[in-house]
């Protein structure tokens, strides 16, 4: 069973215009949830993070947003670049997972187009 | 600052050859972990560890073992491959969890194929 969902596989935006890419998770105990970026033949990096106590956390143009009712969470890239496609991997973990232990998504290719 | 290094970057082995795979990271993590990446999957769990010498199964731990013997380096061992196992490979670490906001800091993957 998925935990941590990305139902897009991909996703086409102008550059300039508005990313949103989703996510939707199953386990209540998720309290802490990350972005992660991947380039082809590179390991993930780090974009940016939220924890459940907050609803938005802000870094430059990525805003993640986080409705915990819903169980949903989306990243928004404003404005998007060229350099803003890769592959995008939602993350989550919870206090109880003891080691920090991350279940992540299927991830959503993004690509922007000049 | 190399970050977390992953040797080899590719290999091709045969059903039933072994091989290990090496991680070595210099930010002095206490927590490492190994990852597996196939084809429209997110990264899966195979093993994780929380300190030197301690191990422990992730999600997928089934035909891997693995070994940390210095606080740097963590290896990733196939004792007899199977062609399941084709496979990007991810190694990251990170601090404690004391530490929340530290996030896993990923290698470049070793692409393994096995025939």
């Known amino acids: 069973d998925q935990q941590v969902k990305q139902n897009s596989p991909s996703l086409s935006v102008q550059e300039g215009r508005i990313s949103i890419l989703n996510c939707d998770y199953t386990n209540s105990m998720f309290d802490y949830f990350l972005w992660y970026k991947k380039y082809p033949a590179e390991g993930p990096t780090f974009l940016i993070s939220?924890?459940?106590?907050?609803d938005k956390n802000e870094d430059g143009r990525f805003t993640v947003f986080l409705n915990k009712s819903a169980k949903h969470l989306s990243l928004h890239i404003v404005p998007s670049q060229p350099g803003d496609s890769a592959v995008y991997f939602c993350?989550?973990?919870?206090?109880?997972?003891?080691?920090?232990?991350?279940?992540f998504g299927k991830g959503t290719k993004l690509s922007v187009i000049p | 600052n190399a970050g977390v290094t992953q040797t080899p970057k590719f290999r091709v082995l045969k059903t039933g050859q072994s091989m290990t795979l090496l991680c070595a990271q210099d930010m002095n993590h206490e927590y490492m972990y190994w990852y597996r990446q196939d084809p429209g999957m997110g990264l899966r769990l195979i093993h994780y560890s929380v300190g030197e010498g301690t191990t422990a199964k992730g999600e997928v731990p089934d035909g891997y073992n693995v070994s940390r013997l210095k606080k740097q380096n963590f290896l990733l061992g196939l004792e007899s491959a199977a062609p399941s196992q084709t496979s990007v490979y991810f190694c990251?670490?990170?601090?404690?969890?004391?530490?929340?906001?530290?996030?896993?800091?990923f290698g470049d993957g070793t692409r393994l194929s096995i025939l």
């Open positions: 939220i924890s459940s106590i907050k």
């Open positions: 993350a989550a973990t919870y206090s109880g997972a003891g080691s920090y232990q991350l279940t």
């Open positions: 990251a670490s990170s601090y404690l969890q004391e530490s929340r906001n530290q996030p896993q800091h």
